[in-house]
């Protein structure tokens, strides 16, 4: 049997142990797949040394072809959009081509941390102070909303009281908060970090109380056979049973701050990446526009990273009887 | 006619648990579904009673009834003369998928009732001995520490039933306790409760579809018609010594009969069950 499967995998009907040492990369290949074909030669072979030498550099061709099958698409897909960007760019002279961005880029990244005066700052000056009122704004929203979330969540009436008020509201862009913000705090930057609180709090709220409303019947059960205490419930079941809703809330919520955040300051003026894209409108540098984007994208996709590896790490395996 | 001790209430033998015509229904979208119907039933002190029947016969839910879980829509429950108005750990539950809470240790889970129960009266180092006393006697102290998701399903169950015993319950409420494990870590913790129940003296009610693990365990085996409107078809005494044990038991004629005449009501005269469902 182990003689009829070694010939079924090596195209050389009986190996002779000299002819093994000239087999091709492929064969080594397939000879490392199935257990039974691997171990026959090692074990025909005296020279265990080289084997295991064959084994590392099949090893090293399976690791480096899977690296290559990874890679793949999302080389492709980058480089689909560079090439019609570069289609795009040929068309309209207005807009500059991948390498004309490229060059400016290194520019701008050479010193990303400039100040000449308040309104032309570097790169890295706006990008921080977007997180700062992102951070200030959505903190502010996870203060109000992950509470409100739970009281909803637990108590029937309030969750009655509030659904129609956060249905109606949530769907508002929340820009149409702006001018709201900007009356009340009579400034920009708060308008601006308003407007973040608005749009990080539904997602929190709802996520809070839905999570809060899905905790197992039998769990709740426990805590009532129990007799525990409300704050008890609310410590020891609620919370941690919660939690992966409540950071899904929490992903959602910063996801929609940093879409929000560019067109806030594209309004409100200041240092800020959104402002930055709209002086540099003004300036009609599309280069740098370009550049802004792509430095949105990256630090979105930073922040969704960090949320989703936050969120898996406080995610508890469910137990299944 | 016997002289009452100050802290136990009148309860006489016959009766710790009353049980007075209860009915049960729900509101579902097709209307009132009436669940129990005329259910008498009473349970002596330190009695292990097993209500059986086939599935959707409403056995869990007189067992919460009992538990306080949900409350009767007809007639009244007693325990010790009192009724039962809500659940407590008076009267623990055991239930039927462990619901030991994921991110506890099992000693934490067990600790959480310990500490409810006795945290007003006692001081830290006795409810920590407690609880180590709890695991113990269902063997799990080498598992201690040790997350839910880490032990396997007839070990969770062990820890559901340390954490009810840890309790002190006055009646001990178990729904299917080991209806999700294999055959014989069922016979393996069948045996456990049997020991357990002797030292302890608790008074038992519990849900079970097994027929020898009702018949092994009971003084009582409640048999149960099927529902909708299910009420208890005939209560079997199961006159068999304690301490059992499985294997002499198995030839024993007493118990054969006792099976057979469980086996007899189940697939004979409530084997309509297909027809309903």
């Not at chain 1, 704050?231 to 941690?240: E, Q, S, V, Y």
Request: net charge positive; proline share 7%.
């Amino acid at each position: 049997m182990p003689a009829a499967l070694r010939e079924s995998v090596s195209p050389l009907p009986t190996p002779a142990p000299a002819e093994r040492k000239v087999l091709s990369i492929h064969e080594h290949m397939a000879r490392s797949l199935p257990v039974v074909a691997g171990s026959q030669p090692a074990a025909a072979t005296p020279a265990v040394p080289a084997a295991a030498k064959r084994d590392m550099a099949a090893l090293w061709q399976q690791r480096f072809g899977a690296l290559v099958q990874s890679l793949l698409p999302p080389v492709l897909g980058f480089g689909l959009l560079l090439v019609l960007w570069s289609i795009v760019a040929q068309g309209n002279p207005g807009i500059p081509g991948p390498q004309e961005t490229w060059a400016q880029a290194q520019e701008i990244f050479r010193d990303p941390f400039y100040r000449n005066g308040p309104n032309d700052q570097g790169v890295g000056w706006n990008v921080l102070a977007s997180l700062q009122r992102v951070s200030i704004g959505f903190g502010l929203a996870a203060l109000v909303g992950i509470p409100l979330g739970f009281v909803i969540g637990r108590f029937d009436f309030l969750s009655r009281m509030f659904n129609p008020v956060i249905s109606l509201l949530r769907p508002v862009s929340p820009l149409a908060w702006l001018p709201i913000g900007l009356l009340v705090f009579k400034g920009a930057n708060p308008a601006a970090i308003w407007t973040i609180f608005i749009c990080s709090i539904w997602p929190m709220v709802i996520n809070t109380a839905v999570g809060v409303q899905r905790v197992p019947q039998d769990y709740m059960n426990v805590a009532r056979v129990l007799n525990l205490s409300e704050w008890k419930i609310a410590t020891t079941i609620l919370f941690p049973a919660v939690l992966p809703y409540m950071l899904t809330g929490v992903r959602l919520a910063v996801g929609t701050a940093w879409l929000v955040i560019v067109a806030a300051e594209m309004l409100t003026g200041g240092v800020g990446i959104g402002f930055w894209v709209w002086d540099e409108w003004n300036n009609l540098n599309v280069k740098n526009i370009i550049i802004a984007i792509f430095v949105i994208g990256l630090v979105g996709l930073l922040l969704e990273w960090a949320l989703i590896r936050l969120a898996s790490a406080f995610t508890f395996e469910e137990v299944k009887a | 006619m016997t002289p009452n001790t100050p802290n136990i209430p009148a309860t006489p033998q016959g009766k710790y648990i009353e049980i007075q015509q209860v009915a049960q229904s729900f509101k579902t979208a097709k209307g009132l579904f009436q669940a129990l119907q005329g259910i008498n039933l009473e349970i002596a002190q330190g009695e292990f009673v097993s209500l059986i029947g086939h599935s959707g016969c409403g056995k869990s839910t007189l067992l919460n009834l009992i538990a306080g879980l949900t409350s009767p829509s007809e007639g009244t429950l007693l325990c010790a003369n009192r009724e039962i108005k809500g659940p407590g750990p008076q009267r623990a539950v055991v239930f039927q998928n462990h619901s030991l809470l994921p991110w506890l240790t099992c000693w934490a889970n067990v600790h959480l009732a310990v500490e409810r129960v006795f945290g007003g009266r006692e001081r830290k180092a006795q409810l920590a001995a407690r609880t180590d006393a709890a695991l113990a006697l269902v063997g799990l102290t080498h598992a201690a520490h040790k997350r839910p998701g880490e032990i396997s399903g007839g070990m969770k169950q062990r820890v559901g039933i340390a954490r009810a015993l840890s309790m002190e319950p006055q009646v001990l409420l178990m729904d299917e306790p080991f209806g999700a494990l294999d055959a014989l870590t069922r016979a393996k913790l069948q045996d456990e409760l049997l020991e357990i129940v002797a030292r302890t003296r608790s008074t038992v009610v519990m849900v079970t579809h097994d027929v020898d693990e009702a018949v092994l365990l009971s003084d009582k085996i409640v048999m149960m018609t099927n529902g909708p409107a299910a009420t208890i078809g005939e209560v079997l005494p199961v006159p068999l010594a304690r301490p059992r044990n499985r294997v002499a038991l198995a030839e024993d004629a007493q118990y054969q009969a006792c099976r057979k005449a469980v086996i007899d009501f189940l697939y004979t005269r409530q084997a309509h069950v297909e027809k309903v469902a």
